[in-house]
């Protein structure tokens, strides 16, 4: 049997870097759109990822993404090497951050990132050791 | 599918494939074929950079020339204020408007004020608005045609209202219509303009209906024989009163249609790039708490119109004395605006449709194979965007090779290295890259 058609990329997101911040997201909007996807699922696909690099951007020292899609569906999985998450439930909560003041002056860390990746994604997992880092994995369905 | 018609055309007998073009484009839509420039038609957003940048004036605008109205029995022409900053500051714009009269046109009609009116309903509008912010000025044609190939989810942002071109044409059609008892296809209005864009948006309007315009002539085209009648005048009548008046005549300035507006909150950007980092903060939901944004595909705005001849930071300077001279007399009355603007006057039936890009493929599965490939196909080239093979970027190239719009060969960082192998490799082991 034929596999069915994947296409694949990674990015390496650095920690801190405020001049290539959102390159990534916009780099996976682009091919969402080469690839045919509809308009409100690359808007979609578009917030999350952006959240989950500027997440990367502010808190961790560097991470990944990744993008697959295939005609089923879209994910993009992110891994950074960082502070990682105590409590999950509590950082997904509206309005919570732990963000610096440096952060806020920069206008980012209002507490929003994690619940805007959950409310755009079709499936969201979360998961973090204190001290390593954080794995998300978000799925968007075609 | 309807052929899109376009603000600039290559001339193939004056192109000499320097290539000038080629990075310039915004969109990518340039390629070099055999030493000719080549526009993909669904790419292009009708900027006029490539036009700008080309020394040789084989990209040209696809404008109209005096001639083509000799049929009307009437001609207006239509003044973009742009045309008051090609001149020296203390040239009033009456003048000018007497010196279109002069150099053909039976009547000038001024832009200006009709820019004051849809200022004032756009303030109108933004009083009524409930939905989400911030609302988007839809009067630079090339930002338009983006929001519709990139940002679909933005249409909705588009303020509905017509340009003051436009409302300016059908005001002095009907206007002249009345006083000289002519049909409406008997008087030609034409329009003076700074750019190639404003052409395609007269030619085919982002709304089904059809333009109160009848063609477009680049200032660049007119501007000698003006000059020399506005010279003419200033030397021999003593100046009039001035007649053209109101903050509308900053609006060709980048923040002029802000500045015409009372919106507390509002942001002016100009140039593609800039525009697009905007956009796509819009499109994450970011800068709600901005009512209004004027976006312009020129960094200086209208000013910096690719049909213009002044340089346009000295039309800026010579735009900003008239504003401040002549701006703060109103020429339109804020109650009779508010009465228009409830019987709909400003506003236009319909909706501005999404027109993206051609996916790789109608097939998702197909195109997502294809997009693989171009991956691949990219990762084996140089990736120094030289542009030596006629496309902008090796990402380009290697999607022109998937789509089989070139062979491989053409990359000349390739070819020389396989040539290269061959001289020191036993044949037949020669590869291209990782292809």
């Given at each position: 049997?034929?596999?069915?058609?994947?296409?694949?990329?990674?990015?390496?997101?650095?920690?801190?870097?405020?001049v290539?911040?959102?390159?990534?997201?916009?780099?996976?909007?682009?091919?969402?759109?080469?690839?045919?996807?509809?308009?409100?699922?690359?808007?979609?696909?578009?917030?999350?990822?952006?959240?989950?690099?500027?997440?990367?951007?502010?808190?961790?020292?560097?991470?990944?993404?990744?993008?697959?899609?295939?005609?089923?569906?879209?994910?993009?999985?992110?891994?950074?090497?960082?502070?990682?998450?105590?409590?999950?439930?509590?950082?997904?909560?509206?309005?919570?951050?732990?963000?610096?003041?440096?952060?806020?002056?920069?206008?980012?860390?209002?507490?929003?990132?994690?619940?805007?990746?959950?409310?755009?994604?079709?499936?969201?997992?979360?998961?973090?050791?204190?001290?390593?880092?954080?794995t998300?994995?978000?799925?968007?369905?075609? | 599918?309807?052929?899109?018609?376009?603000?600039?055309?290559?001339?193939?007998?004056?192109?000499?494939?320097r290539m000038?073009?080629?990075?310039?484009?915004?969109?990518?839509?340039?390629?070099?074929?055999?030493?000719?420039?080549?526009?993909?038609?669904?790419?292009?957003?009708?900027?006029?950079?490539?036009?700008?940048?080309?020394?040789?004036?084989?990209?040209?605008?696809?404008?109209?020339?005096?001639?083509?109205?000799?049929?009307?029995k009437?001609?207006?022409?239509?003044?973009?204020?742009?045309?008051y900053?090609?001149?020296?500051?203390?040239?009033?714009?009456?003048?000018?408007?007497?010196?279109?009269?002069?150099?053909?046109?039976?009547?000038a009609?001024d832009?200006?004020?009709?820019?004051?009116?849809?200022?004032?309903?756009?303030?109108?509008?933004?009083?009524?608005?409930?939905?989400?912010?911030?609302?988007?000025?839809?009067?630079?044609?090339?930002?338009?045609?983006?929001?519709?190939?990139?940002?679909?989810?933005?249409?909705?942002?588009?303020?509905?209202?017509?340009?003051?071109?436009?409302?300016?044409?059908?005001?002095?059609?009907?206007?002249?219509?009345?006083e000289?008892?002519?049909?409406?296809?008997?008087?030609?209005?034409?329009?003076?303009?700074?750019?190639?864009?404003?052409?395609?948006?007269?030619?085919?309007?982002?709304?089904k209906?059809?333009?109160?315009?009848?063609?477009a002539?680049?200032?660049?085209?007119?501007?000698?024989?003006?000059?020399?009648?506005?010279?003419?005048?200033?030397?021999?009548?003593?100046?009039?009163?001035?007649?053209?008046?109101?903050?509308?005549?900053?609006?060709?300035?980048?923040?002029?249609?802000?500045?015409?507006?009372?919106?507390?909150?509002?942001?002016?950007?100009?140039?593609?790039?800039?525009?697009?980092?905007?956009?796509?903060?819009?499109?994450?939901?970011?800068?709600?708490?901005?009512?209004?944004?004027?976006?312009?595909?020129?960094?200086?705005?209208?000013?910096?119109?690719?049909?213009?001849?002044?340089?346009?930071?000295?039309?800026?300077?010579?735009?900003?004395?008239?504003?401040?001279?002549?701006?703060?007399?109103?020429?339109?009355?804020?109650e009779?605006?508010?009465?228009?603007?409830?019987?709909?006057?400003?506003?236009?039936?319909?909706?501005?449709?999404?027109?993206?890009?051609?996916p790789?493929?109608?097939?998702?599965?197909?195109?997502?194979?294809?997009?693989?490939?171009?991956?691949?196909?990219?990762?084996?080239?140089?990736?120094?965007?030289?542009?030596?093979?006629?496309?902008?970027?090796?990402?380009?190239?290697?999607?022109?090779?998937?789509?089989?719009?070139?062979?491989?060969?053409?990359?000349?960082?390739?070819?020389?290295?396989?040539?290269?192998?061959?001289?020191?490799?036993?044949?037949?082991?020669?590869?291209?890259?990782?292809?």
């Amino acid at each position: 049997m034929p596999s069915e058609p994947l296409f694949w990329q990674r990015f390496d997101i650095c920690g801190r870097d405020f001049v290539g911040a959102g390159k990534a997201s916009i780099t996976i909007k682009g091919i969402l759109r080469e690839i045919g996807v509809s308009s409100s699922l690359i808007r979609r696909a578009a917030i999350a990822s952006y959240e989950a690099e500027m997440n990367v951007v502010l808190y961790a020292t560097k991470g990944t993404m990744e993008l697959k899609v295939t005609p089923k569906d879209i994910r993009v999985m992110v891994e950074d090497e960082g502070p990682g998450i105590p409590d999950i439930e509590l950082a997904m909560r509206e309005g919570y951050s732990t963000a610096s003041d440096e952060i806020r002056e920069m206008g980012f860390g209002a507490g929003m990132g994690l619940s805007n990746i959950k409310k755009n994604a079709d499936d969201f997992i979360i998961r973090s050791l204190v001290g390593k880092g954080t794995t998300l994995e978000i799925t968007f369905r075609l | 599918m309807r052929e899109y018609f376009h603000s600039v055309r290559v001339v193939p007998e004056r192109c000499i494939g320097r290539m000038a073009c080629l990075k310039v484009c915004p969109t990518e839509a340039i390629r070099v074929r055999h030493g000719k420039a080549e526009i993909l038609e669904d790419r292009c957003i009708d900027c006029g950079e490539c036009a700008r940048a080309c020394r040789h004036s084989a990209i040209i605008p696809q404008t109209s020339s005096f001639t083509e109205f000799s049929e009307f029995k009437y001609t207006v022409g239509l003044v973009s204020p742009v045309l008051y900053g090609q001149f020296r500051k203390d040239v009033l714009p009456s003048t000018i408007l007497a010196g279109v009269r002069k150099i053909g046109f039976d009547d000038a009609c001024d832009v200006a004020c009709a820019s004051e009116a849809v200022s004032a309903a756009i303030d109108e509008y933004l009083a009524r608005y409930r939905g989400p912010l911030p609302l988007l000025s839809p009067f630079c044609p090339t930002i338009v045609r983006l929001i519709q190939a990139r940002y679909p989810s933005l249409i909705d942002l588009l303020i509905p209202i017509d340009s003051p071109m436009e409302i300016a044409a059908r005001d002095v059609r009907n206007k002249k219509m009345k006083e000289l008892g002519l049909k409406w296809n008997e008087i030609g209005v034409i329009y003076l303009t700074p750019c190639p864009a404003k052409m395609v948006a007269i030619k085919y309007p982002h709304r089904k209906r059809t333009s109160h315009i009848d063609g477009a002539i680049a200032i660049s085209d007119i501007y000698r024989p003006l000059l020399s009648a506005v010279s003419e005048m200033i030397n021999n009548a003593p100046e009039t009163e001035e007649s053209v008046k109101g903050l509308g005549l900053g609006w060709p300035v980048l923040g002029g249609q802000v500045s015409a507006l009372r919106a507390e909150s509002s942001l002016a950007v100009g140039g593609l790039g800039d525009v697009e980092r905007i956009l796509e903060e819009i499109e994450r939901g970011k800068l709600g708490d901005i009512q209004f944004v004027e976006c312009h595909a020129c960094a200086q705005g209208c000013c910096g119109g690719s049909l213009t001849v002044g340089d346009p930071y000295v039309t800026r300077g010579t735009i900003l004395s008239l504003v401040a001279r002549l701006g703060k007399v109103p020429c339109q009355d804020r109650e009779k605006i508010r009465e228009l603007f409830q019987k709909r006057y400003f506003s236009l039936p319909g909706k501005i449709s999404s027109r993206p890009f051609a996916p790789l493929d109608k097939d998702i599965g197909k195109a997502i194979e294809k997009r693989k490939q171009i991956q691949e196909t990219h990762e084996a080239l140089p990736q120094i965007n030289c542009g030596a093979c006629g496309a902008p970027t090796c990402l380009s190239f290697a999607e022109d090779v998937v789509l089989e719009r070139a062979p491989i060969e053409d990359c000349v960082v390739l070819t020389a290295r396989q040539a290269r192998t061959a001289a020191n490799a036993p044949p037949g082991l020669a590869t291209i890259g990782r292809c």
